[in-house]
């Protein structure tokens, strides 16, 4: 018996039950639980399963060194091609050599399958399969997979693990790993992190200045996209706004690119009073320059006068999709969505996207309401009288200086954003209000539930219906993303109880664009007629005919300029300029 369990490993493998085992359980020389135990063994070790003692531990990666930067390329990607060319500007601002990679397709997506585990969310399948991608045509360039783990590096952003967005940094390693990349270094940025996430000596310092230039990025990739998605479907010259969205974002990253980084004279950190306080005086400089916001202000200028030579004509009616859903599936612009927006747009649509400077928001509006839910929690029932009172004291001040320090990140994030949208004449859309999409969503989804976009997508469809800025509300969503199939389910009882809300969920994934577009098709053909209603309400209560303000609009060219400000009171954009014209002509004749 012991000399066939110890030859039991020479058999071939995926030969099935070995035959000495089966020979010996024949004769009786071994019973069938040792027979169990050895196959059991044998297969552990034949397939690497051999279980792990102790606890799991994260894998140690070799990190990369400040020393390594010359040398290395930060890879990046997941967002539109205008976050990603300003993140890149920034980092090339701050010295590094970047790249991003291309707009995830359907061939990235069965990428990620072949070499991810199953089950996982689209953007999963998506962003890592785009990433091996782009290292396997490296590879076909002539690099060796040697050099191109010592060369590359990829950045991502992290998350707190609701959902399974939580778990990306695991799959990643593992689908490079299946893909022949082991050890190829992953990067990541944590949601909950604060604005200094650097490390000593670390390649990819992710300090003050690097988190303020990526969400100044994020700011004006919001505005010019924003602008972008307002003109193009009323643009007179097919092509104008793309090529306009095209220069302005090339002017933006040229300009960011060759800003200077503020830092203190070098002679300044050898004085005996700022030796040990020049980091912190740095801060408070750069966060000046961050509120006064001059050079970004007269950048967006020189955007909006590339903007300015657009013509359109806003008398084309065109139904208001206001998109919402999963932040990444929201958010990009392939086929991880099946190119969705484009399709809206053909299909005669004006489509309001979801920015992603909000999202910034939002986490800071949850860690918050998490601090508060906290305090004095660290107060136990041991402490009793005086003792008591002076822990409850302490813990109240901890949290107090916690939650001004995040109130006060609050407002002058949105006071960033607010100002550079001015520049625009405050026609992309308003930095949300955290609390009042808090209030209005609470009674039907808990916004202490965290994970993927949270109460947010009920909150959106709630408050772009009621306040009349759409008339059809778009979820968009990976297939079998938890969070999301949690919100579809509390949608049903909000379109109950809001019966004029037009409201479409779709789950997208590498397969199934025919049937989502002709979903999407149909539904958009009820906000069609209601664009179309809206139109003609506005033209009987202004009393004028659609021949009227086109005359008008030959007579005053300033009323094909991109940026008119228009009323409020209309999802609709052409009968919003309607009533402005009306308007112009009332106070024409008195």
């Not at 693990?161 to 799959?171: A, D, K, L, T, V």
């Not at 013509?311 to 999709?321: A, G, I, N």
Request: net charge positive; hydrophobic share 35%.
């Amino acid at each position: 018996m012991h000399d066939t369990v110890r030859n039991a490993g020479t058999h071939q493998e995926g030969d099935g039950i070995d035959p000495r085992v089966l020979a010996a359980l024949r004769d009786g020389s071994m019973s069938i639980e040792e027979a169990l135990r050895h196959e059991r063994g044998r297969l552990e070790r034949e397939f690497g399963l051999t279980p792990r003692k102790g606890h799991w531990t994260r894998p140690e990666e070799r990190p990369f060194l400040r020393s390594e930067r010359a040398h290395t390329t930060v890879l990046f990607g997941g967002l539109t091609w205008k976050h990603e060319r300003l993140i890149q500007a920034n980092l090339h601002r701050l010295g590094y050599a970047t790249d991003y990679l291309p707009a995830p397709d359907t061939t990235g997506f069965e990428t990620g399958k072949e070499f991810c585990n199953n089950g996982l969310c689209n953007p999963t399948y998506f962003t890592v399969g785009t990433l091996i991608k782009y290292l396997q045509n490296l590879e076909k360039e002539g690099l060796s997979r040697d050099e191109i783990i010592e060369r590359y590096v990829f950045f991502t952003a992290g998350a707190c693990g609701p959902c399974r967005f939580g778990m990306y940094e695991s799959e990643y390693r593992l689908a490079l790993r299946n893909a022949g990349f082991e050890g190829f270094r992953i990067l990541i940025l944590q949601q909950q992190g604060g604005l200094d996430q650097s490390a000593e000596n670390a390649g990819l310092e992710m300090n003050l200045d690097f988190t303020l230039g990526i969400i100044n990025a994020f700011i004006i990739a919001d505005l010019l996209n924003d602008m972008a998605y307002r003109l193009r479907p009323y643009e007179l010259e097919a092509g104008s706004t793309n090529r306009a969205l095209k220069r302005a974002m090339e002017h933006a990253a040229s300009r960011i690119e060759r800003a200077p980084v503020l830092a203190l004279p070098p002679r300044w950190r050898r004085l005996p009073l700022l030796r040990h306080q020049y980091r912190r005086i740095e801060n408070i400089a750069k966060f000046m320059q961050q509120l006064r916001a001059r050079d970004l202000k007269a950048l967006m200028h020189e955007c909006r006068d590339i903007f300015s030579q657009v013509r359109v004509d806003r008398l084309r009616v065109r139904p208001m999709v206001k998109i919402t859903g999963e932040f990444w599936a929201q958010t990009t612009e392939g086929d991880g969505n099946f190119r969705m927006f484009d399709f809206l747009e053909q299909e005669g649509a004006e489509v309001m996207i979801e920015p992603i400077a909000p999202w910034l928001m939002y986490l800071l509006h949850q860690e918050k309401q998490a601090m508060r839910d906290r305090r004095f929690l660290d107060v136990t029932d041991e402490h009793t009288g005086l003792r008591r009172a002076s822990g409850m004291l302490r813990s109240f001040l901890r949290y107090a200086r916690k939650w001004s320090i995040l109130t006060l990140a609050e407002k002058l994030y949105a006071r960033s954003y607010n100002k550079l949208r001015r520049v625009f004449r405050n026609i992309p859309q308003a930095m949300p209000d955290q609390y009042h999409f808090q209030k209005i969503a609470h009674p039907y989804y808990n916004s202490r539930i965290e994970g993927g976009e949270g109460h947010l997508e009920v909150a959106k469809n709630i408050y772009y219906a009621r306040e009349r800025l759409s008339h059809m509300v778009l979820s968009l969503k990976p297939f079998g993303c938890l969070p999301s199939t949690q919100s579809d389910g509390v949608q049903t009882a909000v379109v109950a109880h809001y019966e004029d809300i037009i409201y479409l969920p779709i789950e997208t994934s590498g397969e199934g664009e025919i049937n989502a577009q002709s979903r999407v098709q149909m539904t958009l053909n009820d906000a069609r007629e209601r664009a179309h209603d809206e139109f003609r309400t506005a033209l009987h209560r202004c009393r004028v005919t659609e021949e009227d303000i086109r005359k008008e609009m030959e007579y005053h060219g300033e009323l094909l300029d991109p940026f008119l400000r228009l009323p409020e009171g209309n999802a609709g954009t052409a009968a919003r300029f309607v009533r402005h014209v009306a308007q112009l002509r009332r106070q024409g004749r008195n």
